[in-house]
């Protein structure tokens, strides 16, 4: 791919309208309900919960609608690539039928709203597609397209798609929908301020301590004191229930093209082939619909993030053409153990804190889903699928073993790997733009020398448990591979689950050295 020119900006973000800009909390506070995280699946709980006569507040660390949901592909889906197949498998068939209606009738309570609330949101019914170019793969995407329709979906196995290139198989489900996901949400955060909820933004919430009633710790001070609790930052901020052993993060590149609307192909389409590769088009304007290619997923950490941006546009010019990319950006997913979200109560002893996280890149209508699960339990309810998504299930702890040993010794390699001694070479070699781990007076520090030659310095240490961070140059940012955490060059959060920045480092006057290890993806 040649030099990029696209914007780095997510375009849900910047054709979106700004939003009223809600401010942060500058007094202790008391609420039924306080939700941590305005994502989507913050804000549709809260929003759920304000309907039913709570009073709601949502705490937001930045902008709402901001976060991972400004940087999705807005797919509403209930095929979740392959997941039919392997849940009849190992939790049976009734559950296989219960992540198929909870996650098909999320879709169509989003349609409910935006119709109830007249949400301009490009709204499009449209059909999705797990699709395979490889004859050997074709036996799997039939088994899918049998568990998928036996769990209820529309499902069937086609080998013909509207796609510019030919495909061995695919599963097809039909009745699903796409949006433009930062418009719908703005329309959710108004309707939840009319029914009397309260957002603030840029109150980053630092700590909780669980009880009746429940309190909330922020940055700046004010507590909040709250009935329940719901924890909703896409990746928990407290560890408390041991989540991030469950959890593996991942982020996943975005590039986006106008292409003519007579060639653009009707619907959702993902394969696990080639590191995955996702697509989608969106309206753009008259003549072109917006094509939305997502893919190269990778951990967190790993530093050859623009030859992958390369790598995803190669593929896109190579099936749809010359194109001219206006876009792009990267999106962060969690995955859970056993491949089901973890929804619901937040540990083995909560009363009044419940949690929503591990949706596997499919969070719009696992956010939908989440917030609808959580309100009903927070009222008593206990929808079917309830044991489901129970973030204290045990049943899956022995299927679930092999994926959850490979996560730890992966999060081991980079937590005791990282610290053997390394060789050294010059920071005065980092060009700018560029970072590196470095030692300052015999401490490893993340050095980054901006575009006009200043060095910064910040600790290399993630301060959610203290893995080493690395330097994605395509994104300047620092991230922690071990739990998904990242900084931007001065230290400060840009994802959590960490809750406090990078302490700087002064590197006036001492002697540093280059850190190679940082190299190491």
């Known amino acids: 791919m040649t030099e990029h020119t696209a914007d780095q900006t997510s375009y849900w973000i910047e054709t979106a309208p700004p939003g009223t800009l809600h401010a942060p909390l500058a007094a202790d506070l008391t609420v039924d309900v306080a939700v941590v995280g305005g994502g989507i699946a913050g804000l549709s709980t809260a929003r759920e919960l304000a309907r039913t006569g709570r009073t709601v507040a949502v705490l937001e660390a930045d902008r709402i609608a901001t976060g991972v949901t400004g940087h999705t592909t807005a797919k509403l889906s209930a095929l979740h690539t392959l997941v039919y197949e392997g849940l009849r498998r190992t939790r049976g068939a009734e559950a296989a039928k219960l992540y198929a209606r909870s996650q098909s009738e999320a879709i169509r309570h989003a349609a409910a709203i935006v119709d109830e609330l007249s949400i301009d949101c490009d709204w499009e019914d449209t059909e999705a597609f797990t699709y395979t170019q490889d004859p050997e793969r074709a036996g799997e995407l039939k088994a899918e397209a049998d568990a998928a329709r036996a769990a209820g979906l529309p499902a069937d196995y086609v080998t013909g798609t509207d796609l510019p290139f030919p495909v061995v198989g695919a599963v097809r489900v039909s009745e699903q929908a796409q949006f433009h996901p930062r418009k719908y949400l703005l329309a959710l955060a108004d309707d939840l301020l009319r029914h009397g909820g309260t957002i603030h933004e840029h109150t980053r ?52 093209a106008p292409v003519a609307a007579e060639l653009a192909p009707h619907g959702m389409y993902i394969t696990p082939e080639h590191g995955t590769r996702s697509l989608r088009t969106a309206p753009y304007t008259d003549g072109q619909r917006l094509l939305i290619v997502t893919g190269e997923h990778f951990t967190p950490g790993t530093t050859d993030v623009e030859e992958r941006f390369a790598r995803l546009a190669d593929w896109a010019t190579e099936h749809f053409g010359t194109l001219t990319f206006t876009h792009r950006w990267a999106t962060q997913d969690n995955d859970s153990t056993d491949s089901v979200p973890l929804v619901g109560p937040f540990h083995v002893g909560s009363r009044h804190t419940y949690v929503a996280t591990g949706f596997g890149g499919w969070g719009m209508s696992g956010g939908i889903m989440a917030g609808r ?44 790997g990282d610290r053997l001694p390394p060789t050294s070479g010059s920071v005065d070699d980092l060009a700018p733009g560029d970072g590196a781990l470095v030692r300052i007076d015999g401490r490893r520090c993340a050095a980054y020398r901006d575009e006009g030659g200043e060095l910064h310095a910040v600790s290399a240490r993630c301060t959610h448990l203290g893995c080493l961070v690395a330097f994605n140059r395509a994104e300047r940012a620092w991230e922690c591979p071990c739990h998904g955490s990242r900084f931007d060059p001065d230290g400060r959060i840009l994802q959590g689950p960490a809750t406090q920045p990078l302490e700087p480092r002064d590197v006036t006057g001492t002697d540093t050295s280059a850190d190679p290890s940082a190299e190491r993806p």
């Open 373 to 416: 699960l959580l309100s009903d339990l927070i009222a008593g309810r206990n929808p079917p699928w309830s044991e489901l998504y129970d973030p204290r299930r045990v049943r899956t702890a022995v299927r679930e073993a092999p994926a959850f040993l490979k996560h730890q010794a992966q999060v081991a390699r980079h937590f005791v």
């Open 205 to 256: 919430v630092i700590g909780l301590k669980e009880g009746e009633p429940c309190r909330l710790t922020t940055e700046a001070g004010p507590t909040v004191t709250a009935k329940d609790v719901v924890v909703a930052t896409h990746y928990p901020v407290f560890d408390r229930a041991l989540l991030f052993t469950r959890l593996s993060p991942r982020r996943e590149l975005v590039l986006t």
